[in-house]
Protein backbone atom coordinates (compact mmCIF):
# COMPACT_ATOMS: atom_id res chain seq x y z
CA UNK A 1 0.00 0.00 0.00
CA UNK A 2 2.94 2.21 0.88
CA UNK A 3 4.39 1.91 -2.74
CA UNK A 4 1.66 2.34 -4.47
CA UNK A 5 0.50 5.53 -2.30
CA UNK A 6 4.19 6.79 -3.33
CA UNK A 7 3.94 5.58 -6.98
CA UNK A 8 0.55 7.75 -7.62
CA UNK A 9 1.90 10.72 -5.36
CA UNK A 10 4.81 10.57 -7.90
CA UNK A 11 2.61 9.93 -10.91
CA UNK A 12 0.61 13.14 -9.50
CA UNK A 13 3.39 15.45 -9.55
CA UNK A 14 4.87 14.33 -12.76
CA UNK A 15 1.60 15.01 -14.62
CA UNK A 16 1.28 18.42 -13.05
CA UNK A 17 4.80 19.57 -13.81
CA UNK A 18 4.88 17.93 -17.12
CA UNK A 19 1.88 19.82 -17.88
CA UNK A 20 2.83 23.20 -17.18
CA UNK A 21 6.50 22.84 -18.72
CA UNK A 22 4.63 22.16 -22.19
CA UNK A 23 1.69 24.90 -21.63
CA UNK A 24 3.91 27.79 -19.28
CA UNK A 25 7.49 27.60 -21.36
CA UNK A 26 6.93 25.56 -24.60
CA UNK A 27 4.18 26.96 -25.83
CA UNK A 28 4.25 30.52 -25.10
CA UNK A 29 8.12 30.92 -26.27
CA UNK A 30 7.70 28.99 -29.25
CA UNK A 31 10.42 25.89 -27.82
CA UNK A 32 10.81 22.87 -29.82
CA UNK A 33 11.33 19.96 -28.45
CA UNK A 34 11.57 15.95 -29.58
CA UNK A 35 9.34 12.89 -30.07
CA UNK A 36 5.64 12.98 -29.59
CA UNK A 37 5.12 16.19 -28.69
CA UNK A 38 7.85 18.40 -30.49
CA UNK A 39 4.91 16.38 -33.74
CA UNK A 40 1.75 17.88 -31.91
CA UNK A 41 3.21 21.04 -31.26
CA UNK A 42 4.14 21.22 -35.16
CA UNK A 43 0.21 20.44 -35.90
CA UNK A 44 -0.96 23.28 -33.78
CA UNK A 45 1.34 24.98 -35.33
CA UNK A 46 0.03 24.15 -39.11
CA UNK A 47 -3.17 23.48 -38.33
CA UNK A 48 -4.24 24.95 -34.61
CA UNK A 49 -5.09 20.87 -33.63
CA UNK A 50 -4.82 20.56 -30.03
CA UNK A 51 -1.45 19.58 -28.61
CA UNK A 52 -2.94 17.33 -25.72
CA UNK A 53 -5.27 15.25 -28.20
CA UNK A 54 -2.39 15.32 -30.51
CA UNK A 55 -0.73 13.72 -28.16
CA UNK A 56 -2.98 11.06 -27.09
CA UNK A 57 -4.16 9.98 -30.51
CA UNK A 58 -0.28 9.53 -31.86
CA UNK A 59 0.73 7.82 -28.86
CA UNK A 60 -2.48 5.14 -28.48
CA UNK A 61 -1.19 3.33 -31.67
CA UNK A 62 2.06 2.87 -30.52
CA UNK A 63 1.07 1.26 -27.13
CA UNK A 64 -1.15 -0.72 -28.63
CA UNK A 65 1.47 -2.12 -31.34
CA UNK A 66 4.24 -2.21 -28.33
CA UNK A 67 2.14 -3.93 -26.15
CA UNK A 68 4.24 -7.04 -25.85
CA UNK A 69 7.62 -4.74 -25.71
CA UNK A 70 6.18 -2.85 -22.49
CA UNK A 71 4.05 -4.85 -20.43
CA UNK A 72 0.70 -4.69 -19.19
CA UNK A 73 1.48 -2.82 -15.78
CA UNK A 74 3.95 -0.34 -17.72
CA UNK A 75 0.72 0.17 -20.62
CA UNK A 76 -1.60 0.98 -18.30
CA UNK A 77 0.33 3.51 -16.12
CA UNK A 78 1.22 4.95 -19.25
CA UNK A 79 -1.54 5.45 -21.36
CA UNK A 80 -3.13 6.75 -17.77
CA UNK A 81 -0.28 9.53 -17.82
CA UNK A 82 -0.60 10.09 -21.48
CA UNK A 83 -3.99 10.90 -21.08
CA UNK A 84 -4.33 12.90 -17.76
CA UNK A 85 -1.38 15.02 -19.11
CA UNK A 86 -3.10 15.93 -22.20
CA UNK A 87 -6.62 16.43 -21.42
CA UNK A 88 -4.15 18.65 -18.69
CA UNK A 89 -2.29 20.60 -21.46
CA UNK A 90 -5.16 21.33 -23.60
CA UNK A 91 -7.14 22.67 -20.69
CA UNK A 92 -4.66 25.11 -19.37
CA UNK A 93 -3.90 26.00 -23.08
CA UNK A 94 -7.74 26.98 -23.43
CA UNK A 95 -8.78 28.50 -20.13
CA UNK A 96 -5.41 30.92 -19.73
CA UNK A 97 -3.08 32.79 -20.79
CA UNK A 98 0.47 32.25 -20.44
CA UNK A 99 2.70 35.35 -21.53
CA UNK A 100 6.37 34.03 -22.95
CA UNK A 101 8.95 34.54 -20.50
CA UNK A 102 10.81 37.15 -23.30
CA UNK A 103 13.72 35.13 -22.69
CA UNK A 104 14.30 31.98 -25.09
CA UNK A 105 17.03 30.77 -23.28
CA UNK A 106 15.86 31.20 -19.47
CA UNK A 107 12.85 29.51 -20.70
CA UNK A 108 14.66 27.01 -22.02
CA UNK A 109 16.46 26.05 -19.15
CA UNK A 110 13.85 26.29 -16.77
CA UNK A 111 11.46 23.58 -19.37
CA UNK A 112 14.99 21.53 -18.94
CA UNK A 113 14.88 21.10 -15.35
CA UNK A 114 10.85 20.71 -15.18
CA UNK A 115 10.84 18.14 -17.82
CA UNK A 116 13.78 16.75 -16.48
CA UNK A 117 12.39 16.47 -12.76
CA UNK A 118 9.00 15.51 -14.12
CA UNK A 119 9.79 12.61 -16.29
CA UNK A 120 12.57 11.38 -13.50
CA UNK A 121 9.24 10.91 -11.15
CA UNK A 122 7.43 9.38 -13.87
CA UNK A 123 10.34 6.92 -14.30
CA UNK A 124 10.42 6.08 -10.07
CA UNK A 125 6.45 5.57 -10.48
CA UNK A 126 6.97 2.93 -13.15
CA UNK A 127 5.80 4.70 -16.21
CA UNK A 128 6.59 7.32 -18.83
CA UNK A 129 5.06 10.13 -21.17
CA UNK A 130 5.47 7.25 -23.99
CA UNK A 131 6.47 8.83 -27.58
CA UNK A 132 8.76 7.84 -30.16
CA UNK A 133 11.62 5.03 -28.34
CA UNK A 134 8.10 2.50 -28.47
CA UNK A 135 7.83 3.11 -32.04
CA UNK A 136 11.80 2.94 -32.51
CA UNK A 137 11.49 -0.41 -30.66
CA UNK A 138 8.37 -2.36 -32.81
CA UNK A 139 10.91 -1.59 -36.18
CA UNK A 140 13.91 -2.73 -34.66
CA UNK A 141 11.15 -6.23 -34.02
CA UNK A 142 10.19 -5.77 -37.32
CA UNK A 143 13.90 -5.61 -38.90
CA UNK A 144 16.43 -6.73 -37.17
CA UNK A 145 19.65 -5.77 -39.21
CA UNK A 146 18.51 -2.14 -38.38
CA UNK A 147 20.05 -0.98 -34.86
CA UNK A 148 17.92 0.65 -32.16
CA UNK A 149 20.26 3.66 -31.95
CA UNK A 150 20.75 4.53 -35.77
CA UNK A 151 16.22 4.13 -35.30
CA UNK A 152 15.95 6.55 -32.54
CA UNK A 153 18.64 8.99 -34.49
CA UNK A 154 16.74 9.00 -37.33
CA UNK A 155 13.42 9.29 -35.83
CA UNK A 156 14.57 12.38 -33.80
CA UNK A 157 16.05 14.00 -37.07
CA UNK A 158 13.12 13.44 -38.54
CA UNK A 159 11.05 15.29 -35.77
CA UNK A 160 13.32 18.14 -35.76
CA UNK A 161 12.91 19.37 -39.22
CA UNK A 162 9.60 19.00 -39.34
CA UNK A 163 9.38 21.04 -35.93
CA UNK A 164 12.45 23.84 -37.94
CA UNK A 165 10.00 23.77 -40.81
CA UNK A 166 6.84 24.84 -38.66
CA UNK A 167 8.17 26.69 -35.41
CA UNK A 168 11.22 27.93 -37.29
CA UNK A 169 15.28 26.94 -37.01
CA UNK A 170 15.85 29.11 -33.33
CA UNK A 171 12.95 26.30 -31.86
CA UNK A 172 15.50 23.57 -32.74
CA UNK A 173 18.43 24.89 -31.11
CA UNK A 174 16.52 25.49 -28.14
CA UNK A 175 14.92 21.94 -27.76
CA UNK A 176 18.73 21.04 -28.17
CA UNK A 177 19.52 22.59 -25.56
CA UNK A 178 16.59 21.71 -23.27
CA UNK A 179 17.22 18.20 -23.88
CA UNK A 180 20.75 18.20 -22.94
CA UNK A 181 19.87 20.30 -19.56
CA UNK A 182 16.21 17.55 -18.84
CA UNK A 183 18.77 14.17 -19.93
CA UNK A 184 21.12 16.18 -16.83
CA UNK A 185 18.55 16.63 -14.47
CA UNK A 186 17.07 13.12 -14.85
CA UNK A 187 20.84 12.03 -14.10
CA UNK A 188 21.16 13.93 -11.19
CA UNK A 189 17.57 13.20 -9.79
CA UNK A 190 18.82 9.74 -10.37
CA UNK A 191 22.17 10.23 -8.54
CA UNK A 192 20.29 11.98 -5.90
CA UNK A 193 17.11 9.58 -4.56
CA UNK A 194 18.46 6.55 -6.93
CA UNK A 195 22.26 5.85 -6.45
CA UNK A 196 23.63 2.60 -5.45
CA UNK A 197 27.59 2.46 -4.56
CA UNK A 198 29.80 -0.22 -5.55
CA UNK A 199 32.50 -0.72 -2.36
CA UNK A 200 36.07 -2.30 -2.90
CA UNK A 201 37.68 -2.83 0.40
CA UNK A 202 41.34 -4.25 1.13
CA UNK A 203 42.26 -4.82 4.16
CA UNK A 204 44.34 -7.53 6.12
CA UNK A 205 41.73 -9.08 8.73
CA UNK A 206 38.03 -8.98 6.75
CA UNK A 207 36.66 -10.87 9.35
CA UNK A 208 34.74 -8.36 11.75
CA UNK A 209 34.05 -5.64 8.80
CA UNK A 210 32.44 -8.47 7.31
CA UNK A 211 30.54 -9.39 10.26
CA UNK A 212 29.60 -5.32 10.64
CA UNK A 213 28.75 -4.94 7.50
CA UNK A 214 26.05 -8.00 7.35
CA UNK A 215 24.77 -7.05 10.79
CA UNK A 216 24.39 -2.75 10.51
CA UNK A 217 24.00 -2.85 7.04
CA UNK A 218 22.46 -5.86 6.04
CA UNK A 219 24.23 -6.23 2.76
CA UNK A 220 26.01 -9.63 1.65
CA UNK A 221 29.92 -9.45 1.03
CA UNK A 222 31.77 -11.05 -1.42
CA UNK A 223 35.16 -11.94 -0.24
CA UNK A 224 38.52 -12.77 -2.82
CA UNK A 225 42.54 -12.92 -2.21
CA UNK A 226 44.68 -10.54 -3.06
CA UNK A 227 48.21 -9.50 -3.60
CA UNK A 228 49.74 -6.61 -3.03
CA UNK A 229 52.42 -6.20 -6.59
CA UNK A 230 54.70 -4.01 -4.48
CA UNK A 231 54.90 -5.56 -1.69
CA UNK A 232 53.62 -8.79 -2.55
CA UNK A 233 51.68 -8.82 0.75
CA UNK A 234 48.53 -11.55 1.00
CA UNK A 235 45.22 -9.00 1.17
CA UNK A 236 41.31 -9.74 1.28
CA UNK A 237 39.37 -8.08 -1.22
CA UNK A 238 35.99 -7.08 0.06
CA UNK A 239 33.41 -6.26 -2.43
CA UNK A 240 30.11 -4.82 -1.52
CA UNK A 241 26.97 -3.11 -3.03
CA UNK A 242 25.39 -0.30 -0.59
CA UNK A 243 22.56 2.26 -0.88
CA UNK A 244 24.52 5.95 -0.74
CA UNK A 245 22.66 6.91 2.12
CA UNK A 246 24.80 3.81 4.00
CA UNK A 247 28.21 5.27 2.37
CA UNK A 248 29.05 6.92 5.91
CA UNK A 249 28.04 4.14 7.85
CA UNK A 250 30.21 1.71 6.04
CA UNK A 251 33.32 4.25 6.27
CA UNK A 252 32.59 4.42 9.99
CA UNK A 253 32.49 0.69 10.29
CA UNK A 254 35.89 0.34 7.98
CA UNK A 255 37.99 3.21 10.15
CA UNK A 256 36.51 1.91 13.11
CA UNK A 257 37.75 -1.37 12.67
CA UNK A 258 40.78 -1.59 10.37
CA UNK A 259 42.19 2.47 9.61
CA UNK A 260 44.59 1.42 7.45
CA UNK A 261 42.42 -0.43 4.59
CA UNK A 262 41.92 0.63 1.26
CA UNK A 263 38.49 1.85 0.08
CA UNK A 264 37.77 2.77 -3.36
CA UNK A 265 34.08 3.61 -3.99
CA UNK A 266 32.10 4.27 -7.79
CA UNK A 267 28.71 4.84 -8.82
CA UNK A 268 26.24 1.49 -9.93
CA UNK A 269 23.31 2.97 -12.47
CA UNK A 270 22.03 -0.18 -12.79
CA UNK A 271 21.66 -3.39 -10.88
CA UNK A 272 20.38 -6.99 -11.74
CA UNK A 273 19.74 -9.96 -9.49
CA UNK A 274 19.18 -10.37 -5.72
CA UNK A 275 19.79 -6.90 -4.79
CA UNK A 276 17.23 -4.95 -2.29
CA UNK A 277 16.56 -1.52 -3.30
CA UNK A 278 16.02 0.62 -0.01
CA UNK A 279 15.42 3.50 -1.84
CA UNK A 280 14.16 5.52 -5.39
CA UNK A 281 14.87 3.85 -8.54
CA UNK A 282 14.28 5.18 -11.40
Given at each position: ?224 NAEGCYSHTARKFIYVVIQKGQL ?20 VKDIQGNFKQKSLSI
Amino acid sequence: MKKTLREIGFMIIGVLLFSLYVSVFLVPNKIGTGGITGISLGLNALYNFPIGICTLLLNIPLFIFGYNFLGRNFVLKSLLIVASSSFLIDFLNINFYFNPLGDSLTSTIFAGVISGIAMALLFMAGASTGGLDISGKIINNKFKALELSKILLVQDMIVYIFVAITLGPKSVMYALIMSFIRSKTIDTVQEGVASSRQCIIICENPAKIIEAIEINLGRGVTLLNAEGCYSHTARKFIYVVIQKGQLKALKNIVNSLDPKAFVTVSSVKDIQGNFKQKSLSI
